[in-house]
């Protein structure tokens, strides 16, 4: 275990290089969030004072501030492009003699540059949360709070398991970017970044909701709002707590079949 | 890469505007044909690609649709209206994707490898090979169904547009596609003084985003910074403004052009400024 600590520990150090590149990218970030702000208020105002499917003005500005901060702390950015490079430069060769296990290795690599993207991310975010903070509404209770950061954790697997995975697919097609760019896509909807999922019709909802897409995003912020409460709040850290599984089942079992492949390629 | 194709080009025809004018359009042609024997040596990732900007294109489509389904009105845009105007920004986003995204791109690019020495000693207009190095003809597909995605919005709008409107549309439309590309190039000349300006390209997208929102949504210090400062709600508003019949001022589109012609002036004295202090990568 303390090896991939060292792994964390270099991992933080390489990525702090590029601390101004997060920040302008944070910045940067805030101006579509402040855009689609700005629709929300406009669409609100036509409806004088009603709600949208339960979200008031105030909880749907909420929405998007959570998402943003859910997504500063869970999002997979540049990993899975470092994966597909290095098995199509052969770089995980050497992972493959060195007692250390890629998937865990990859995983250190994706918590460290988590924490300095958030710690480089929050001023910015706080800042603009300050100046939106007659929207920003707070979760319900302490307990509600820390299962949001328990389910936020499962997400940031979650998602990490799912990018791994599509990333070994350079182990079978050379080019694997525009396949991450389909998946990022289906993500961005049907994960809820673009926008609260259950203002849909509930058929579609619903089905949204047998695919592992909404516990990526929208589950999480869901709990902090305060939408998912009860039983319902169990079964969907269940369900959660499942894909997280069955995601890791997979990306080893991806891994398996591709070092396969790759060994052959070898000789 | 392509650039040792020789052109052969008639000196005692360089001479004049004309004469300068065709000799830049051979020199394009050249690029054209270049681009399209690149693009044909990986036809399935041209092919992916253009399923990918279909999909993000959908993506905005269904957002609207969404928000439409619980209102009747943004400001006052209704929502074939803002079909429309998601439809024009899509054609000039990949309009311009088409002919300059990647080139201006690849300015950094250039640098750091010093191959802008290189074309800097082209007997050619630096400023003009790096803009229009290469095409990207999957832009021109996807602008392709932006057009028809407009052509159905102005059905259900029951809109007959005048050959003028029409004309004046696609006028705006260049110049919008001239206000990314002086914006982008203004932003990526920064690659001059550091190594990484890739980050720049990813925050220009995020304006992007801010031009396929109707302007009557926008209020305050944000409508007045993306108006004249950054006029990301100009580009698109305008022209689809003038197509719907929604302009509250003709006033509205000289705004657009002067914008157009001040971001112009701009790109072009940084470009210049940045080109005297260039000292090679090499040196």
Avoid at chain 2, 16 to 27: A, N, P
Wanted: glycine share 6%.
């Amino acid at each position: 275990m303390e090896k991939y600590w060292h792994v964390i520990n270099i991992g933080i150090q390489n990525t702090l290089v590029y601390r101004m590149n997060f920040l302008f990218r944070s910045v940067f970030g805030l101006i579509p969030l402040m855009a689609t702000i700005f629709l929300w208020r406009a669409v609100y105002e036509g409806k004088d004072g009603g709600d949208i499917s339960g979200y008031t003005l105030a909880k749907m500005v909420s929405y998007y501030l959570i998402v943003t901060i859910v997504d500063a702390l869970t999002a997979v950015t540049e990993d899975d492009w470092h994966i597909a490079a290095d098995i199509k430069d052969g770089n995980i060769s050497q992972f493959l003699i060195k007692p250390v296990d890629y998937l865990t290795y990859r995983l250190s690599l994706f918590f460290a540059g988590r924490a300095v993207y958030t710690a480089v991310a929050i001023f910015p975010v706080i800042i603009f949360i300050f100046f939106q903070r007659e929207f920003f509404v707070l979760p319900p209770d302490a307990l509600t709070f820390v299962l949001f950061m328990v389910s936020m954790v499962l997400t940031a697997l979650l998602q990490f398991f799912i990018s791994y995975t599509m990333a070994l697919l350079a182990f079978w097609v050379l080019e694997v970017s525009t396949f991450i760019f389909i998946l990022f896509a289906i993500e961005y909807i049907a994960g809820g970044h673009l926008f609260p999922i259950d203002i849909l019709p509930p058929l579609v909802a619903k089905i949204l909701y047998l695919t592992p897409f909404p516990y990526q995003m929208f589950f999480p912020v869901s709990i902090y709002l305060g939408q998912a409460t009860g039983v319902e709040l169990w079964r969907g850290l269940a369900i959660q707590s499942f894909w997280v599984v069955a995601t890791y089942c997979l990306a080893r079992f991806v891994w398996h079949r591709g070092i396969r492949k790759y060994s052959a390629v070898g000789g | 890469m392509n650039m040792d194709t020789p052109v052969t080009i008639n000196t005692a025809a360089a001479n004049g505007f004309l004469g300068k004018l065709r000799r830049y359009g051979i020199i394009y042609l050249e690029l054209w044909k270049n681009s399209v024997i690149r693009e044909m040596q990986f036809k399935t990732n041209f092919i992916m690609w253009i399923f990918v900007e279909l999909l993000w294109f959908t993506l905005q489509l269904t957002f609207i649709g969404v928000i439409y389904m619980h209102t009747d009105r943004i400001a006052t845009w209704t929502k074939w209206e803002v079909v429309m105007l998601i439809g024009a920004s899509h054609f000039i986003q990949q309009l311009y994707t088409a002919i300059f995204l990647t080139n201006v791109v690849q300015l950094s690019e250039h640098i750091r490898t010093g191959k802008l020495d290189f074309m800097l000693l082209l007997p050619v207009n630096t400023r003009f090979i790096i803009s229009f190095r290469q095409v990207d003809l999957g832009g021109f597909v996807n602008a392709a169904s932006a057009v028809v995605v407009m052509a159905y919005a102005a059905k259900q709008l029951e809109l007959v547009p005048s050959a003028a409107q029409i004309f004046g549309f696609l006028m705006l439309c260049v110049v919008g596609i001239a206000i990314h590309y002086s914006l982008m190039f203004t932003l990526t000349a920064v690659s001059f003084w550091t190594v990484r300006a890739q980050g720049i390209v990813w925050a220009y997208y995020n304006l992007f985003n801010i031009a396929r929102l109707p302007d009557a949504a926008f209020r305050g210090w944000f409508k007045v910074f993306f108006t004249f400062a950054i006029p990301m709600l100009l580009v698109t508003n305008v022209p689809v403004k003038l197509l719907v019949q929604k302009l509250g001022s003709p006033f509205e589109m000289v705004v657009l052009a002067g914008m157009g012609v001040l971001c112009a002036i701009i790109s072009e004295g940084v470009w210049r400024v940045s080109v005297k202090h260039y000292t090679s990568a090499s040196s």
